[in-house]
């Protein structure tokens, strides 16, 4: 009797849970159905667990949605693809609940299980699935239904396609705002499946529909499916459907439109070709570089590189140019920071006259701005003006205003440079560096953020590493040294954490000769930060001195501190110490 009885166990303790009033019951339960699915075997899984959760479709939002997932990777469990249709059903009732997650969900689950079934499964019991749900009551299900089109298509009858071609046509016309949202939405990837002939046709008559919605949702969302149809047609078609729609709705009424527009311009460019670009789309652009809205000024500001590229240098230099400069004084700081982090890419592009003479201008306005975010910006991208202009240009031209930021108030700022500093002696030189910037390195270990004085630490290495320990033995070690008994012991200790930094790159003998006495000296400071911080650094510097330095100089060192009153200075020398004894053995 109990081997009969054995095998419901699984489904009477899910029925059991799922019924519970404790919500992380019933979700347990449902994320361990593919557990109870193996206990009941695929049978028993489709003729009894399958029904059942078909019928609990009322519960909790959160229960429904990890049904939704796991019934899309549940074909396994119900016999395989032969099978899948099964799963239909419950997916079905769920995607006409009202939590649009679950929904989503559900449509996810149903397209993954959709794809594996048989053609003639598909046929027989996906695409009564998507037609029930497209001429269902309630606008949830004619929403989801519009995301499964694209799927059922492809696999359909003639008859059947044209059906579902009249059908999608429909939603396209809804009379919920919702449902036209949905089918805007997914009319790219429906599109994807249809046989050239009926695009032009059909497709492009839906499209043609959405585009003159009354709502500014339904409209944007058609926008953003542009380019995607755009790639499907051939250029002529795209050229007489979709270009007209495109620089209709660079004048839409709703800025939102406008917004999504100079979003998706450059990626139609490519779909109308190189002509229709310079003599329809450039002037539409235009209008968005002075639109009236501040968010879609933004949109087009940031994509002024990428649009430069397929346009002729004459053009740019004629009408784009001269509203860049515009730009660059704009009203909202957020229009001037998005051509601020676009705008060096037209340097290539222009080339190095033009970019002296009308680009650097304007590069140095953005370089003053009162925003620190253009600023920032601005820095970030400098090395792509100097591979066109050369550094002798950039120095006598970038570089003041570059070492004027180095002292600005807003820290990022200054931590921006810091950052863009070895690049730039790089590029600099060893001589020229010495002149503007090599006071500046020294300068920020002082500086009042914490932020600053570590990346001035790090910096310094960067550069050692660049110009050589000859270079920063002559150069940077002193000054460093000598800022090691300043009176304030938060720069004694970025110190320490720049001769830790430095120490791997100067070699044993600078590190023996030089810095480990500054760090026996800094072993007798009277803050115990400064104490427990020398004996971190001496541990990390065991590996690069020699041994005999280690037992003569390092051990008694770290000795001293293991008996210092301070418990953290104890246990950061006990540790140093216990790395000498693992390494000797």
Known sequence: MASVEEPLYPISVLIDELKNDDIQLRLNSIRRLSTIAR??????????????????HEDDDEVLLAMAEQLGVFVPYVGGVEHAHVLLSPLETLCSVEETCVREKAVDSLCKIGSD???????????????????????????????????????????????????YGQLCQDDMPMVRRAAASNLGKFAATVEPPHRVADIMSMFADLTRDEQDSVRLLAVEGCASLGKLLDPRDCVSHILPVIVGFSQDKSWRVRY??????????????????????????????????????????????????????????????????????????????????????????????????????????????????VRLNIISKLDQVNQVIGIDLLSQSLLPAVVELAEDRHWRVRLAIIEYIPLLAKQLGVEFFHDKLGSLCMQWLQDKVHSIRDAAANNLK?????????????????????????????????ILRAIALLAPVMGHEITSSTLLPALINAAKDRVPNIKFNVAKVIQSIIPIVDQSVVENTVRPCLAELSEDPDVDVRFFASQALQSINHAAV
């Open 117 to 167: 079934m048989r053609d003639a499964d598909l046929v027989d019991w996906f695409v009564p699935v998507v037609k029930r749900l497209a001429a269902g009551e309630w606008f949830t299900a004619r929403v989801s239904a519009c995301g499964l089109f694209h799927v059922a298509y492809s696999k359909a009858t003639d008859m059947l396609k044209t059906e579902m071609r009249s059908i």
């Open 462 to 494: 960067r550069l050692a590493e660049e110009f050589g320990p000859e270079w920063a033995m002559q150069h940077i070690i002193p000054q460093v040294l000598e800022t090691s008994t300043n009176p304030n012991y938060q720069f004694r200790i970025i």
């Open 260 to 373: 999504m527009v100079a979003n998706q311009l450059y990626e139609l460019c490519e779909a109308v070709g190189p002509e229709a670009t310079q003599t329809e789309l450039a002037p539409a652009y235009v209008r968005l570089l002075r639109d009236n809205e501040a968010e879609v000024r933004v949109a087009a500001a940031g994509k002024v590189t990428k649009f430069s590229c397929i346009l002729s240098s004459e053009l740019v230099i004629q009408h784009i140019l001269p509203l860049v400069k515009e730009l660059s004084s704009d009203s909202s700081q957020h229009v001037r920071s998005a051509l601020a982090s676009d705008i060096m890419g037209m340097a290539p592009i222009l080339g190095k006259d033009t970019t002296i003479d009308r680009l650097l201008p304007i590069i140095l306005t953005l370089l003053k701005d009162d925003f620190p975010e």
């Open 39 to 56: 206990a009941l075997g695929e049978e028993r899984t489709r003729k009894e667990l399958i029904p059942f959760l078909g019928e609990n």
